[in-house]
């Protein structure tokens, strides 16, 4: 059966077809909803001409206290997503107006949010993955100029790939923030306090006294896991990572992950 949602008055589906304003936007067919947040609804889509799946996004004020321009904010999203390495971050094919909204197309990913993986993955092994493929897409897509911004666990996308050898977890940034943050806390140093915030969420069950403890790790009176001798080896065999990181931020995120002033 065909398709059918209404999301606002002036934005909603019916038989498959998007209606943004007056206005239809006619080379997708839409067959549900792959997600939804404070800023718009992204679509699963499939592009008629060429016959391949697209993620849509409409860029919307659906909540929060935010009164940014939506097609302005849409824009320099978009820019940024499309001046980044489509290795570590969804394709973007375009983006344009169709009445007084902005849309825009990428590649659909068939996968979970790293927040909704980290909930049934416990294990050392996927949580050490987890953390080294995050860091590495993180790595990827920060330069002096560009940088993500708002990159939490809801932001990233999880999937397999298959490879000559089996399977593989990959992972993808979306959802650029637009550093309209003003006041406090400036845009950079934002995206920083996410990125650490985000992986010490990831390594959280095994960030203890006690775990360590548990598995006879040397813990020499520090106050956490992650600063006993275990993850001082883990983070070393991050060391490109953490160490590039720490040279793009001035100061030493390894350093402050073992707990060093
Ligand atoms: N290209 C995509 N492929 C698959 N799912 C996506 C894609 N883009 C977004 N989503 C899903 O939609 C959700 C909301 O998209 P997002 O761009 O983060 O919107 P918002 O700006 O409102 O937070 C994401 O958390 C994800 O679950
Ligand atoms: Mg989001």
Redesign the pocket.
């Known amino acids: 059966m065909a398709f059918k949602v209404k999301i606002t008055k002036d934005v909603f589906v019916e038989n498959g077809t998007l209606h943004l304003g007056k206005q239809t936007v006619d080379r997708f067919v839409i067959r549900g909803i792959?997600?939804?947040?404070?800023?718009?609804v992204?679509f699963d889509a499939h592009h008629l001409v060429l016959n391949q799946p697209r993620?849509i996004?409409v860029w919307l004020k659906?909540g929060g206290t935010d009164t940014r321009d939506k097609v302005t904010q849409g824009i320099a999203e978009a820019q940024k997503l499309a001046a980044s390495d489509p290795r570590h971050v969804?394709m973007i094919y375009d983006a344009e107006t169709a009445g007084q909204y902005l849309y825009s197309s990428?590649?659909?990913?068939t996968g979970r949010?790293l927040a909704e993986t980290l909930k049934d993955s416990d294990d050392l092994h996927t949580r050490w993955m987890l953390a080294r493929g995050y860091i590495h897409a993180i790595q990827s897509t920060t330069t002096s100029s560009l940088y993500h911004g708002d990159a939490h666990p809801?932001?990233v996308?999880v999937y397999d790939e298959d490879g000559d050898y089996g399977t593989m977890m990959r992972m993808k940034l979306?959802?650029f923030g637009t550093s309209l943050f003003s006041g406090k806390e400036n845009s950079r140093a934002r995206h920083w306090r996410i990125v650490y915030e985000t992986f010490v969420r990831i390594i959280a069950p095994f960030n203890s006294k006690d775990w360590a403890l548990e598995q006879s790790i040397p813990y020499e009176g520090r106050e956490d896991a992650l600063r006993c001798a275990y993850f001082d080896d883990v983070i070393d065999g991050l060391g490109m990572e953490l160490g590039h990181l720490d040279g793009l931020v001035g100061f030493s995120l390894g350093a402050k992950l073992r707990g060093e002033p």
């Open positions: 792959l997600g939804k947040g404070a800023n718009g992204v993620a996004k659906l969804v990428m590649e659909k990913i949010t809801g932001n996308m979306l959802d």
